[in-house]
């Protein structure tokens, strides 16, 4: 059930009384909601415009917006001067990707906001079983990379056999390649593999590369079992089936000369800003070269920064904070100042975009309402640019979250939304 709730915001009901049900689905985030049928009358706030706030009005109608306003009102919402978003997005994440955590956190990104998610390491076979309970009215809409290519000695095996180890299982490769990510080692996998590859009709598919440049190293050193990638010569071929079928491709990098080969080879989105440093290499070696940005900035290539992943690692290596925080800042700086697009997208299983917005904050390449624009148009458009939502126009989406203070002022104020509607519908208790 949603853990945050309206009681607090002095909703004002004209006509019919508000009236809830919730969902009985097993496993899905139970939310009372209004009529999907209800008209809404959004009064007093002030609204994004990508830029700032202003005061408007706008109603509900269908689920879309509207500044028409209908000739019969069902339910009256005085927003009393709060500041209201458009919904966040959360272009990297790995929890909602099996039946337990689906269950487990995505009522969790409803309370926190956050109505657009892309889980960028799934496999149709093990999400087929809870996808319906997510998306819609009153559900996180998600965006699944259904299927992820790596080595058949690559990462993610590693955190598989970990995790297997860990439960007390037998430690089998056999249970978890071409199972929960396919194993392509040469042009011949992939021709071999790929039918099925396709059979889901994947809108997004990922890719390991993992310090392309040293793989015959990696490969020397049984300690990198499971930890390595594909070749990045296999890209090419990889980037063409996929697009010839309408997919995107997402590139997962250890280093500078790893994103420069996958925006070589055409992937569609780098899905990390190397935000550790690798065994082996320095913080030099995360540094992009001008080249790379430029050829990224000409095809259109898509970056997910993940600075807030670097808890991670910084947690065991506190020594390199300076030196990795300083290349990253570098990195951001100009990429932005050459307009290479970027997504809002954390890589946190125990956090939140709103941590990756804080932690892009703290780079100080970024303003705040940069920021938020980011994090509540650019994002979810290109997740679903089938859509129309990120925006308060005439026939978008009424998605949003509303705050009792600015954002622009205090990022923190993005922890304690006070009202959310998505798709027309009331989130509540």
Not at 248 to 277: E, K, P, W
Not at 356 to 372: H, P, Q, R, Y
Request: charged share 25%.
């Amino acid at each position: 059930m949603i853990r945050f709730a309206v009681p607090c915001l002095a909703l004002l009901f004209a006509s019919t009384p508000l009236t809830a049900g919730s969902s009985e689905i097993t496993g899905a985030p139970r939310v009372a909601v209004a009529s999907p049928k209800t008209v809404l009358a959004l009064e007093g706030g002030r609204w994004f415009d990508g830029d700032g706030f202003v005061e408007d009005t706008w109603y509900s109608v269908d689920g879309l917006m509207t500044r028409k306003r209908p000739t019969q009102i069902d339910v009256r919402i005085d927003l009393k001067g709060r500041y209201v978003l458009p919904p966040l997005a959360d272009a990297h994440n790995h929890n909602l990707q099996n039946a337990w955590s689906a269950a487990t956190f995505a009522d969790d990104y409803l309370r926190r906001g956050i109505f657009y998610s892309a889980q960028l390491a799934a496999n149709a076979d093990e999400i087929s079983g809870h996808r319906g309970l997510l998306g819609g009215p009153g559900r996180v809409d998600v965006l699944w990379a259904e299927a992820t290519l790596s080595s058949s000695d690559g990462h993610p095996l590693g955190l598989a056999l970990a995790g297997a180890r860990q439960a007390g299982m037998p430690e089998k490769p056999e249970d978890f390649i071409d199972k929960a990510f396919w194993a392509i080692d040469t042009h011949t996998d992939l021709a071999t593999k790929w039918p099925k590859i396709a059979e889901s009709q994947p809108k997004l598919i990922k890719v390991i590369v993992v310090d392309d440049a040293h793989a015959a190293a990696q490969r020397k050193d049984p300690s990198s079992y499971g930890q390595r990638g594909m070749s990045a010569a296999l890209l090419p071929e990889v980037v063409k089936r996929a697009h010839a079928i309408g997919a995107r491709v997402a590139a997962h990098v250890d280093s500078a000369d790893d994103i420069a080969r996958v925006v070589a080879a055409g992937v569609d989105i780098v899905a990390h800003l190397n935000t550790r440093i690798p065994s082996g290499l320095s913080a030099a070696d995360l540094r992009l070269s001008n080249e790379t940005i430029a050829d990224m900035k000409r095809r259109g290539t898509v970056v997910i920064p993940t600075v807030a992943v670097t808890r991670y690692y910084l947690k065991a290596h506190p020594e390199d904070r300076v030196a990795l925080m300083a290349v990253i800042g570098d990195n951001l700086a100009r990429l932005k100042a050459a307009g290479v697009p970027m997504l809002t997208g954390s890589d946190l299983f125990d956090g939140s975009v709103v941590d990756e917005i804080e932690a892009m904050n703290a780079t100080k390449v970024f303003g705040t309402g940069e920021l938020l624009r980011l994090a509540t148009k650019i994002t979810p458009q290109a997740m679903f640019p089938e859509r129309r939502i990120g925006i308060f126009a005439e026939g978008a989406e009424t998605s949003l979250v509303a705050y009792d203070a600015d954002p622009t002022h205090d990022l923190a104020v993005l922890r304690a939304p006070r009202l959310a509607i998505k798709q027309g519908e009331i989130l509540a208790r």
